[in-house]
């Protein structure tokens, strides 16, 4: 499976990872090696249930810094064998490429608006992600739309084909992030955090800011118009639910169960962290991903939510920064942040869904 691009060679989704047969014996948690990064902050335990998904010892790693909002990040490996993580860095309208072998690397600019006037706010990508066939899959809000990375052999600027970009005729606010089911169906979010004046800006044609589901046939359908501003996004590892997480003054994590045919019901409410602000913890509920028991690593106020499959916050992995969002790599075990300015990793006892 490959992804075309001009960019990078050929991209491939990691393969489902084997696990051997759980071990009855119990032992000690192995000492991490030292790392050669500089650690930040800490994980905070409230639950003793945390200790199976990540270890009393593990450390947050802080691989890069700089970056004005980074977002996004997804895991890739090419055909070559080359593993790296992708990230998006909204306001310079960029992505990132970093590696354990090769550091810290522009991959991709533009990454969210091709358009020649010079415009101010959020241009760029964010959510990331890779299709069934291991193409790269972009939520841009500077074009509006869901686009994949094509590739042009007499283009020196990078080609996008534009997956979907409008409801109904009028064209979407700016597709924050997404996820896909195993059938190929595309779930995504669009608030409007990227138009320049945000729900005042002149350009916007929705009065509402919904939950989408494209169907591998090309249906698109509106799930939700009922969330102010829906953000992170991601199904359960049974694909029976369907987690949103919304941003903004009112901030929480929704539940909705999946229909047969890929719809919705009314939903719940999965987790609300209004102690947690009024408590002083700053950020809000942002991306948010699932590991193989149906764990959430969601972003919220003090940093990286760790909730069970009912709703029951374990603890949480504090950076000490606001961090926009999560994505599993390498063989599933690690989690690698985007925490405002810094790209970060902590690695796991529990790995994310799909590996």
Not at 301 to 307: A, F, K, Q
């Given at each position: 499976?490959?992804?075309?691009t001009?960019?990078c060679?050929?991209?491939?989704?990691?393969?489902?990872?084997?696990?051997?047969?759980?071990d009855?014996?119990?032992?000690?948690?192995?000492?991490?090696?030292a790392?050669?990064f500089?650690?930040?902050g800490?994980?905070?335990?409230?639950?003793?249930?945390l200790?199976?998904?990540?270890?009393?010892?593990?450390?947050?790693?802080?691989?890069?810094?700089?970056?004005?909002?980074?977002?996004?990040?997804?895991?890739?490996?090419?055909?070559?064998?080359?593993?790296?993580?992708?990230?998006s860095?909204?306001?310079?309208?960029?992505?990132?490429?970093?590696?354990?072998?090769?550091g810290?690397?522009?991959?991709?600019?533009?990454?969210g608006?091709?358009?020649?006037?010079?415009?101010?706010?959020?241009?760029?990508?964010?959510?990331?992600?890779?299709?069934?066939?291991?193409?790269?899959?972009?939520?841009?809000?500077?074009?509006?739309?869901?686009?994949?990375?094509?590739?042009?052999?007499?283009?020196?600027?990078?080609?996008?084909?534009?997956?979907?970009?409008?409801?109904?005729?009028?064209r979407?606010?700016?597709?924050?992030?997404?996820?896909?089911?195993?059938?190929?169906?595309?779930?995504?979010?669009d608030?409007?955090?990227?138009?320049?004046?945000r729900?005042?800006?002149?350009?916007?044609?929705?009065s509402?800011?919904?939950?989408?589901?494209?169907?591998?046939?090309?249906?698109?359908?509106?799930?939700?118009?009922?969330?102010?501003?829906?953000?992170?996004?991601?199904?359960?590892?049974?694909?029976?639910?369907?987690?949103?997480?919304?941003?903004?003054?009112?901030?929480?994590?929704h539940?909705?169960?999946?229909?047969?045919?890929?719809?919705?019901?009314?939903?719940?409410?999965?987790?609300?962290?209004?102690?947690?602000?009024?408590g002083?913890?700053?950020?809000g509920?942002?991306?948010?991903?699932?590991?193989?028991?149906?764990?959430?690593f969601?972003?919220?106020?003090?940093?990286?939510?760790?909730?069970s499959?009912?709703?029951?916050?374990?603890?949480t992995?504090?950076t000490?920064?606001?961090?926009?969002?999560?994505?599993?790599?390498?063989?599933?075990?690690?989690?690698?942040?985007?925490?405002?300015?810094?790209?970060?990793?902590v690695?796991?006892?529990t790995?994310?869904?799909?590996?």
């Amino acid at each position: 499976m490959r992804i075309p691009t001009l960019l990078c060679p050929a991209l491939a989704l990691l393969l489902a990872a084997c696990e051997a047969p759980p071990d009855p014996t119990p032992r000690p948690a192995p000492t991490p090696p030292a790392s050669v990064f500089p650690s930040i902050g800490a994980v905070e335990r409230l639950d003793p249930a945390l200790d199976s998904l990540i270890s009393t010892n593990a450390v947050i790693e802080k691989l890069g810094s700089g970056f004005k909002w980074a977002e996004g990040p997804v895991w890739v490996r090419t055909s070559q064998g080359e593993r790296f993580i992708l990230f998006s860095d909204i306001p310079p309208n960029k992505i990132y490429k970093w590696s354990e072998a090769g550091g810290l690397v522009e991959f991709l600019h533009p990454s969210g608006y091709t358009g020649t006037t010079p415009r101010s706010g959020e241009p760029g990508s964010n959510g990331l992600l890779l299709d069934r066939f291991g193409r790269l899959v972009l939520c841009q809000h500077g074009d509006r739309r869901i686009a994949r990375l094509g590739i042009s052999l007499n283009n020196p600027r990078p080609v996008f084909e534009t997956i979907v970009d409008r409801y109904q005729g009028k064209r979407f606010n700016s597709p924050n992030d997404a996820c896909y089911s195993k059938n190929g169906d595309l779930y995504f979010t669009d608030p409007p955090y990227g138009l320049e004046k945000r729900m005042a800006d002149p350009a916007k044609e929705l009065s509402f800011q919904g939950v989408y589901r494209l169907s591998r046939d090309g249906e698109l359908k509106l799930l939700t118009d009922k969330i102010a501003y829906p953000n992170g996004i991601a199904l359960s590892p049974d694909e029976s639910v369907l987690y949103v997480a919304e941003s903004g003054p009112d901030t929480k994590i929704h539940a909705f169960q999946v229909k047969p045919d890929g719809t919705i019901d009314e939903g719940r409410i999965f987790f609300d962290p209004a102690p947690l602000r009024q408590g002083g913890r700053q950020g809000g509920c942002d991306g948010l991903k699932v590991d193989v028991n149906g764990n959430l690593f969601a972003t919220g106020p003090g940093g990286v939510l760790i909730l069970s499959p009912t709703g029951k916050h374990l603890g949480t992995i504090n950076t000490g920064t606001r961090i926009a969002n999560v994505g599993w790599g390498d063989d599933g075990s690690t989690l690698y942040l985007t925490a405002h300015m810094y790209l970060c990793r902590v690695h796991t006892k529990t790995k994310g869904a799909g590996f």
